[in-house]
Protein backbone atom coordinates (compact mmCIF):
# COMPACT_ATOMS: atom_id res chain seq x y z
CA UNK A 1 0.00 0.00 0.00
CA UNK A 2 3.02 2.56 -0.02
CA UNK A 3 2.52 2.84 -3.29
CA UNK A 4 -0.58 4.67 -2.89
CA UNK A 5 0.96 7.39 -0.14
CA UNK A 6 2.17 9.59 -2.10
CA UNK A 7 6.16 11.04 -1.58
CA UNK A 8 6.96 14.87 -1.39
CA UNK A 9 8.14 15.02 -4.74
CA UNK A 10 5.04 13.58 -6.21
CA UNK A 11 3.07 16.15 -4.39
CA UNK A 12 5.02 18.82 -6.67
CA UNK A 13 4.71 16.67 -9.17
CA UNK A 14 0.89 16.88 -8.99
CA UNK A 15 0.89 20.14 -8.86
CA UNK A 16 3.16 20.78 -12.13
CA UNK A 17 1.16 18.03 -13.76
CA UNK A 18 4.37 15.95 -14.20
CA UNK A 19 2.70 12.41 -13.49
CA UNK A 20 1.61 10.08 -15.49
CA UNK A 21 -2.41 9.71 -15.47
CA UNK A 22 -2.71 6.66 -13.63
CA UNK A 23 -0.53 7.84 -10.74
CA UNK A 24 -2.04 11.37 -11.06
CA UNK A 25 -5.60 9.41 -10.26
CA UNK A 26 -3.97 7.98 -7.44
CA UNK A 27 -2.57 10.69 -6.14
CA UNK A 28 -6.01 12.37 -6.55
CA UNK A 29 -7.84 9.76 -4.57
CA UNK A 30 -5.50 9.77 -1.58
CA UNK A 31 -5.85 13.48 -1.46
CA UNK A 32 -9.73 13.15 -1.15
CA UNK A 33 -9.08 11.30 2.59
CA UNK A 34 -6.39 13.11 3.67
CA UNK A 35 -7.80 16.76 3.65
CA UNK A 36 -4.90 17.86 5.70
CA UNK A 37 -2.51 16.78 2.78
CA UNK A 38 -4.80 18.30 0.16
CA UNK A 39 -5.14 21.68 1.88
CA UNK A 40 -1.41 21.84 1.33
CA UNK A 41 -1.13 21.11 -1.90
CA UNK A 42 -4.07 23.32 -2.53
CA UNK A 43 -2.42 25.95 -0.86
CA UNK A 44 0.63 25.44 -3.46
CA UNK A 45 -1.42 25.62 -6.73
CA UNK A 46 -3.26 28.42 -5.90
CA UNK A 47 0.49 30.51 -5.10
CA UNK A 48 1.68 29.03 -8.22
CA UNK A 49 -1.50 30.38 -9.71
CA UNK A 50 -1.90 33.78 -8.01
CA UNK A 51 2.22 34.33 -9.26
CA UNK A 52 1.36 33.24 -12.99
CA UNK A 53 -1.63 35.54 -13.10
CA UNK A 54 0.39 38.35 -12.00
CA UNK A 55 3.29 37.66 -13.96
CA UNK A 56 1.39 37.41 -16.67
CA UNK A 57 1.95 40.83 -17.83
CA UNK A 58 5.36 40.74 -17.45
CA UNK A 59 5.95 38.40 -20.78
CA UNK A 60 4.81 41.40 -22.85
CA UNK A 61 7.00 42.63 -25.33
CA UNK A 62 7.95 45.60 -23.55
CA UNK A 63 8.47 49.14 -25.49
CA UNK A 64 11.89 48.91 -24.45
CA UNK A 65 12.98 46.01 -24.75
CA UNK A 66 15.10 45.58 -28.67
CA UNK A 67 12.94 42.79 -30.97
CA UNK A 68 15.34 42.85 -33.79
CA UNK A 69 18.24 40.53 -33.62
CA UNK A 70 20.15 42.98 -36.30
CA UNK A 71 19.63 45.60 -34.13
CA UNK A 72 20.85 43.01 -31.34
CA UNK A 73 23.75 42.25 -32.79
CA UNK A 74 24.79 45.24 -33.36
CA UNK A 75 24.24 46.67 -30.33
CA UNK A 76 26.44 43.71 -29.45
CA UNK A 77 29.09 44.36 -31.31
CA UNK A 78 29.40 48.39 -30.22
CA UNK A 79 29.21 47.47 -26.67
CA UNK A 80 32.17 44.73 -26.97
CA UNK A 81 34.39 47.72 -29.29
CA UNK A 82 33.17 49.84 -26.02
CA UNK A 83 34.56 47.63 -24.24
CA UNK A 84 38.44 46.92 -25.99
CA UNK A 85 38.01 50.58 -25.86
CA UNK A 86 37.89 51.06 -22.17
CA UNK A 87 40.12 48.03 -21.66
CA UNK A 88 42.66 49.91 -23.96
CA UNK A 89 42.18 53.03 -21.74
CA UNK A 90 43.22 51.02 -18.73
CA UNK A 91 46.46 49.45 -19.81
CA UNK A 92 47.75 52.19 -21.43
CA UNK A 93 47.14 54.52 -17.96
CA UNK A 94 48.63 51.79 -16.08
CA UNK A 95 51.20 51.99 -18.74
CA UNK A 96 52.13 55.26 -18.65
CA UNK A 97 51.67 56.00 -14.85
CA UNK A 98 53.92 52.67 -14.36
CA UNK A 99 56.52 53.55 -16.62
CA UNK A 100 56.57 57.25 -15.59
CA UNK A 101 56.26 56.68 -11.64
CA UNK A 102 59.21 54.08 -12.09
CA UNK A 103 61.24 56.49 -14.18
CA UNK A 104 59.91 59.06 -11.25
CA UNK A 105 61.29 57.00 -8.62
CA UNK A 106 64.60 56.29 -10.04
CA UNK A 107 65.26 60.07 -10.05
CA UNK A 108 64.03 60.73 -6.65
CA UNK A 109 65.68 57.34 -5.22
CA UNK A 110 68.85 59.17 -7.27
CA UNK A 111 68.41 61.88 -5.05
CA UNK A 112 67.36 60.74 -1.89
CA UNK A 113 70.25 58.18 -1.96
CA UNK A 114 72.85 61.31 -2.47
CA UNK A 115 71.87 64.76 -0.16
CA UNK A 116 73.27 67.28 -1.46
CA UNK A 117 75.01 65.76 -4.15
CA UNK A 118 74.55 68.87 -6.25
CA UNK A 119 77.20 70.19 -3.60
CA UNK A 120 79.45 68.11 -4.06
CA UNK A 121 78.87 68.57 -8.15
CA UNK A 122 78.97 72.16 -7.95
CA UNK A 123 82.45 71.82 -5.86
CA UNK A 124 83.86 69.42 -8.50
CA UNK A 125 83.28 72.26 -10.98
CA UNK A 126 84.05 75.46 -9.69
CA UNK A 127 86.03 74.88 -6.87
CA UNK A 128 89.17 74.70 -8.78
CA UNK A 129 88.34 77.48 -11.16
CA UNK A 130 89.73 81.09 -11.06
CA UNK A 131 86.76 82.35 -12.36
CA UNK A 132 84.28 82.63 -9.48
CA UNK A 133 81.80 85.85 -9.96
CA UNK A 134 83.58 88.06 -7.08
CA UNK A 135 86.53 87.25 -5.53
CA UNK A 136 86.30 88.32 -2.05
CA UNK A 137 90.08 87.67 -0.35
CA UNK A 138 88.57 89.01 3.55
CA UNK A 139 85.75 87.53 5.28
CA UNK A 140 84.41 90.72 5.80
CA UNK A 141 83.41 91.29 1.61
CA UNK A 142 82.28 87.30 1.46
CA UNK A 143 79.47 88.27 4.51
CA UNK A 144 78.45 91.27 2.83
CA UNK A 145 78.01 89.43 -0.43
CA UNK A 146 75.91 86.16 0.88
CA UNK A 147 74.07 88.66 2.94
CA UNK A 148 72.70 90.69 0.14
CA UNK A 149 71.93 87.45 -1.99
CA UNK A 150 70.34 85.45 0.88
CA UNK A 151 68.90 87.46 3.21
CA UNK A 152 67.90 84.63 5.47
CA UNK A 153 71.56 83.23 6.19
CA UNK A 154 73.19 83.93 9.81
CA UNK A 155 76.62 85.06 10.38
CA UNK A 156 79.45 83.16 8.00
CA UNK A 157 82.23 82.65 10.80
CA UNK A 158 85.95 83.61 10.01
CA UNK A 159 87.59 80.48 9.37
CA UNK A 160 91.29 81.47 9.49
CA UNK A 161 91.38 79.70 12.85
CA UNK A 162 91.34 76.30 10.63
CA UNK A 163 93.87 78.11 8.17
CA UNK A 164 91.26 79.10 5.38
CA UNK A 165 90.33 82.40 3.93
CA UNK A 166 87.82 82.95 1.17
CA UNK A 167 88.85 82.76 -2.38
CA UNK A 168 85.96 83.76 -4.10
CA UNK A 169 81.72 83.18 -4.48
CA UNK A 170 79.70 81.95 -7.29
CA UNK A 171 76.54 82.57 -7.98
CA UNK A 172 74.26 79.39 -9.17
CA UNK A 173 70.46 78.48 -9.36
CA UNK A 174 68.49 75.29 -9.94
CA UNK A 175 65.25 74.99 -10.07
CA UNK A 176 64.77 75.67 -6.47
CA UNK A 177 65.97 78.76 -7.19
CA UNK A 178 68.80 80.38 -6.19
CA UNK A 179 72.23 78.78 -5.00
CA UNK A 180 76.03 80.09 -3.78
CA UNK A 181 79.28 78.20 -3.75
CA UNK A 182 81.69 79.80 -1.59
CA UNK A 183 85.55 78.66 -1.70
CA UNK A 184 87.73 78.90 0.57
CA UNK A 185 91.92 77.95 0.81
CA UNK A 186 94.20 77.47 2.79
CA UNK A 187 97.84 78.29 2.45
CA UNK A 188 99.10 74.81 0.60
CA UNK A 189 96.09 75.31 -1.51
CA UNK A 190 93.92 72.67 -0.38
CA UNK A 191 90.37 74.27 -0.98
CA UNK A 192 87.08 73.84 0.86
CA UNK A 193 83.54 74.63 -0.22
CA UNK A 194 80.22 75.91 1.33
CA UNK A 195 77.12 75.45 -0.70
CA UNK A 196 73.85 76.67 0.19
CA UNK A 197 70.16 76.77 -1.43
CA UNK A 198 66.70 76.24 -0.93
CA UNK A 199 65.19 73.08 0.12
CA UNK A 200 62.50 71.92 -2.98
CA UNK A 201 60.50 69.06 -3.39
CA UNK A 202 63.24 67.51 -4.57
CA UNK A 203 65.85 68.70 -2.23
CA UNK A 204 64.19 68.23 1.04
CA UNK A 205 65.03 69.28 4.46
CA UNK A 206 67.56 66.74 5.70
CA UNK A 207 69.27 65.22 9.06
CA UNK A 208 72.59 66.47 9.70
CA UNK A 209 74.90 64.21 8.12
CA UNK A 210 77.89 63.04 6.17
CA UNK A 211 79.09 61.10 3.36
CA UNK A 212 82.29 60.58 1.50
CA UNK A 213 81.89 61.06 -2.51
CA UNK A 214 85.14 59.26 -4.37
CA UNK A 215 87.87 62.15 -2.94
CA UNK A 216 85.78 64.49 -1.41
CA UNK A 217 83.80 64.38 1.61
CA UNK A 218 80.45 66.21 2.28
CA UNK A 219 78.20 67.46 5.67
CA UNK A 220 75.37 68.62 5.21
CA UNK A 221 72.89 69.91 7.16
CA UNK A 222 69.59 72.48 6.93
CA UNK A 223 69.31 75.23 9.34
CA UNK A 224 66.81 78.30 8.70
CA UNK A 225 65.37 78.67 5.19
CA UNK A 226 68.76 76.56 3.58
CA UNK A 227 70.25 73.54 3.68
CA UNK A 228 74.00 73.64 3.46
CA UNK A 229 77.03 71.17 2.39
CA UNK A 230 80.32 71.86 2.94
CA UNK A 231 82.39 69.96 0.54
CA UNK A 232 86.03 69.29 1.39
CA UNK A 233 88.79 66.60 0.55
CA UNK A 234 87.76 63.52 1.92
CA UNK A 235 91.77 62.74 4.24
CA UNK A 236 91.43 66.95 5.18
CA UNK A 237 91.18 66.32 9.00
CA UNK A 238 89.84 70.10 9.44
CA UNK A 239 86.82 69.41 7.86
CA UNK A 240 84.85 68.43 11.04
CA UNK A 241 86.18 71.52 12.30
CA UNK A 242 84.84 73.76 9.98
CA UNK A 243 81.87 71.93 9.26
CA UNK A 244 81.02 72.75 13.00
CA UNK A 245 81.89 76.09 13.07
CA UNK A 246 79.97 76.70 9.79
CA UNK A 247 76.86 74.86 11.72
CA UNK A 248 77.06 76.89 14.62
CA UNK A 249 77.36 80.43 12.83
CA UNK A 250 75.12 80.36 9.73
CA UNK B 1 17.40 30.40 -33.05
CA UNK B 2 17.95 32.05 -36.71
CA UNK B 3 14.70 30.70 -38.40
CA UNK B 4 12.77 31.68 -35.73
CA UNK B 5 10.13 34.07 -37.17
CA UNK B 6 9.28 37.48 -35.76
CA UNK B 7 6.32 36.53 -33.59
CA UNK B 8 8.29 33.46 -31.82
CA UNK B 9 11.30 36.17 -31.43
CA UNK B 10 9.39 38.43 -29.35
CA UNK B 11 7.77 36.04 -27.76
CA UNK B 12 10.94 34.50 -26.12
CA UNK B 13 12.56 37.54 -25.73
CA UNK B 14 9.75 38.72 -23.55
CA UNK B 15 10.22 35.24 -21.23
CA UNK B 16 13.66 36.07 -21.12
CA UNK B 17 12.90 39.39 -19.78
CA UNK B 18 9.99 38.15 -17.34
CA UNK B 19 12.61 35.54 -15.67
CA UNK B 20 15.31 38.19 -15.32
CA UNK B 21 13.08 40.73 -14.19
CA UNK B 22 11.94 38.24 -11.40
CA UNK B 23 15.67 37.28 -10.63
CA UNK B 24 17.02 40.88 -10.32
CA UNK B 25 13.92 42.48 -9.01
CA UNK B 26 15.41 45.62 -11.11
CA UNK B 27 14.02 46.62 -14.88
CA UNK B 28 17.49 47.81 -15.50
CA UNK B 29 19.34 45.53 -15.12
CA UNK B 30 17.39 42.80 -16.85
CA UNK B 31 17.51 44.53 -19.73
CA UNK B 32 21.07 44.41 -19.60
CA UNK B 33 21.21 40.63 -18.43
CA UNK B 34 18.44 39.30 -21.51
CA UNK B 35 20.70 41.66 -23.93
CA UNK B 36 23.79 39.83 -22.74
CA UNK B 37 22.07 36.30 -22.63
CA UNK B 38 20.90 37.06 -26.21
CA UNK B 39 24.42 37.95 -27.14
CA UNK B 40 25.92 35.23 -25.65
CA UNK B 41 23.76 32.88 -27.74
CA UNK B 42 24.27 34.43 -30.90
CA UNK B 43 27.84 33.93 -30.09
CA UNK B 44 27.83 30.54 -30.01
CA UNK B 45 26.18 29.21 -33.12
CA UNK B 46 27.45 25.56 -32.98
CA UNK B 47 25.34 24.85 -29.72
CA UNK B 48 22.28 25.89 -31.30
CA UNK B 49 18.95 24.34 -30.59
CA UNK B 50 15.26 24.74 -31.60
CA UNK B 51 12.07 24.45 -29.79
CA UNK B 52 11.81 23.81 -26.17
CA UNK B 53 15.29 22.85 -25.83
CA UNK B 54 16.43 26.35 -27.06
CA UNK B 55 14.20 27.81 -24.41
CA UNK B 56 15.78 26.10 -21.75
CA UNK B 57 19.05 26.90 -22.85
CA UNK B 58 18.72 30.57 -23.33
CA UNK B 59 17.04 30.11 -19.48
CA UNK B 60 20.77 28.05 -18.48
CA UNK B 61 22.63 31.01 -19.70
CA UNK B 62 20.89 33.64 -18.89
CA UNK B 63 21.17 32.43 -14.81
CA UNK B 64 24.81 32.06 -15.47
CA UNK B 65 24.90 35.54 -15.94
CA UNK B 66 23.33 36.34 -13.18
CA UNK B 67 25.68 34.13 -10.85
CA UNK B 68 28.06 35.71 -12.38
CA UNK B 69 27.13 39.44 -11.74
CA UNK B 70 26.22 38.30 -8.25
CA UNK B 71 29.42 37.54 -7.71
CA UNK B 72 30.73 40.18 -9.12
CA UNK B 73 28.96 42.60 -7.21
CA UNK B 74 29.94 40.71 -3.66
CA UNK B 75 33.31 41.48 -4.98
CA UNK B 76 32.80 44.99 -5.64
CA UNK B 77 31.36 45.16 -2.40
CA UNK B 78 33.79 43.80 -0.83
CA UNK B 79 36.48 45.84 -2.22
CA UNK B 80 34.11 48.93 -1.21
CA UNK B 81 34.53 47.61 2.27
CA UNK B 82 37.92 47.46 2.00
CA UNK B 83 38.21 51.07 1.82
CA UNK B 84 35.51 51.79 3.99
CA UNK B 85 32.87 52.74 2.30
CA UNK B 86 30.70 49.87 3.04
CA UNK B 87 27.65 49.86 1.68
CA UNK B 88 24.44 48.93 3.15
CA UNK B 89 23.02 45.26 3.07
CA UNK B 90 20.65 44.74 0.29
CA UNK B 91 17.32 44.80 1.14
CA UNK B 92 15.16 41.78 0.62
CA UNK B 93 13.19 43.89 -1.62
CA UNK B 94 14.39 46.78 -3.89
CA UNK B 95 13.04 49.69 -3.92
CA UNK B 96 12.69 49.29 -7.76
CA UNK B 97 10.54 46.47 -6.98
CA UNK B 98 8.06 47.68 -5.01
CA UNK B 99 7.15 50.15 -8.17
CA UNK B 100 6.84 47.25 -10.11
CA UNK B 101 4.45 45.69 -7.19
CA UNK B 102 2.30 48.16 -6.13
CA UNK B 103 -0.62 46.71 -4.96
CA UNK B 104 0.44 42.85 -5.57
CA UNK B 105 0.82 41.15 -2.41
CA UNK B 106 1.37 38.13 -4.02
CA UNK B 107 4.44 39.22 -5.51
CA UNK B 108 5.51 40.72 -2.62
CA UNK B 109 5.85 37.92 -1.30
CA UNK B 110 7.40 35.94 -3.66
CA UNK B 111 10.11 38.75 -4.07
CA UNK B 112 11.56 38.08 -0.45
CA UNK B 113 12.14 34.66 -1.30
CA UNK B 114 16.13 33.36 -1.67
CA UNK B 115 16.94 34.41 -5.19
CA UNK B 116 17.30 30.21 -6.09
CA UNK B 117 14.22 29.62 -4.71
CA UNK B 118 12.51 32.29 -7.02
CA UNK B 119 14.59 31.15 -9.98
CA UNK B 120 13.07 27.71 -9.32
CA UNK B 121 9.51 28.32 -8.93
CA UNK B 122 9.95 30.98 -11.87
CA UNK B 123 10.97 28.22 -14.10
CA UNK B 124 9.03 25.33 -13.29
CA UNK B 125 5.38 27.71 -12.37
CA UNK B 126 5.55 30.05 -14.70
CA UNK B 127 7.74 29.01 -17.44
CA UNK B 128 6.17 25.49 -17.44
CA UNK B 129 10.11 23.88 -17.25
CA UNK B 130 10.33 20.08 -16.50
CA UNK B 131 12.04 19.11 -13.47
CA UNK B 132 14.78 17.71 -15.93
CA UNK B 133 14.75 21.23 -18.04
CA UNK B 134 15.26 23.05 -14.74
CA UNK B 135 18.02 21.29 -13.12
CA UNK B 136 20.03 21.92 -16.20
CA UNK B 137 19.24 25.54 -16.41
CA UNK B 138 19.96 26.07 -12.92
CA UNK B 139 23.27 23.61 -12.89
CA UNK B 140 21.65 21.04 -10.00
CA UNK B 141 21.29 17.66 -9.48
CA UNK B 142 17.33 16.86 -10.12
CA UNK B 143 17.28 16.02 -6.70
CA UNK B 144 18.19 18.97 -5.17
CA UNK B 145 15.56 21.00 -7.31
CA UNK B 146 12.94 18.41 -5.98
CA UNK B 147 14.46 19.52 -2.02
CA UNK B 148 14.29 23.50 -3.43
CA UNK B 149 11.11 23.63 -4.76
CA UNK B 150 9.35 21.97 -1.63
CA UNK B 151 11.31 24.94 0.60
CA UNK B 152 10.26 27.09 -1.97
CA UNK B 153 6.84 26.35 -1.81
CA UNK B 154 6.47 26.03 1.54
CA UNK B 155 8.29 29.68 2.38
CA UNK B 156 5.92 31.36 0.20
CA UNK B 157 3.18 29.67 1.36
CA UNK B 158 4.72 31.02 4.90
CA UNK B 159 5.22 34.37 3.74
CA UNK B 160 1.28 35.32 1.95
CA UNK B 161 -0.52 33.01 4.52
CA UNK B 162 1.51 33.96 7.69
CA UNK B 163 2.68 37.48 7.32
CA UNK B 164 -0.31 39.39 7.69
CA UNK B 165 -1.20 41.39 4.59
CA UNK B 166 0.69 44.14 4.01
CA UNK B 167 -1.85 47.19 3.20
CA UNK B 168 -2.25 47.56 -0.38
CA UNK B 169 0.25 50.52 -1.50
CA UNK B 170 2.92 50.52 1.42
CA UNK B 171 4.68 53.28 0.17
CA UNK B 172 3.92 55.95 -2.50
CA UNK B 173 7.01 57.33 -4.34
Redesign the interface.
Known amino acids: MTRLIPSEDELHAYVDDRLDAVRRAEVQAWLASNPQAAERVEGWRADARRLRAALAGYAEPNAGTPVNRQHLLRQARQRRQRRWAAAAMVVMALGVGGLGGWHVRDVSLARADLPMADAVQAHRLFAGSQVLDIQARDAEQMRGWLQRHFSQVGQLPDLSGYGFTPVGARLLSNEQGPAALLVFEDGSGRRISLFLRSPGEHYRRMPTGQRVDGPLEARYWSHGAYNFALVSQADDRRGAGVGEALRLGL | MQDLD ?1 HQ ?3 L ?3 L ?2 FA ?2 LTRDPGSA ?1 DL ?2 AT ?2 RA ?2 RRQQQRDGEALRAWLFTILYRLFLDGKRRDRLHARWLAWFGRAEPDAEPVGDNLEDIVLA ?1 A ?2 QA ?1 AQLKDEQRAL ?1 LL ?3 EGL ?2 KEAAQALGIPIGTV ?1 SR ?2 RA ?1 TA ?2 EL ?2 GAPQPPALRRLK
Open positions: DWRQLARRRVWDVQVELSQDLFLVSISYMLSRLRTE
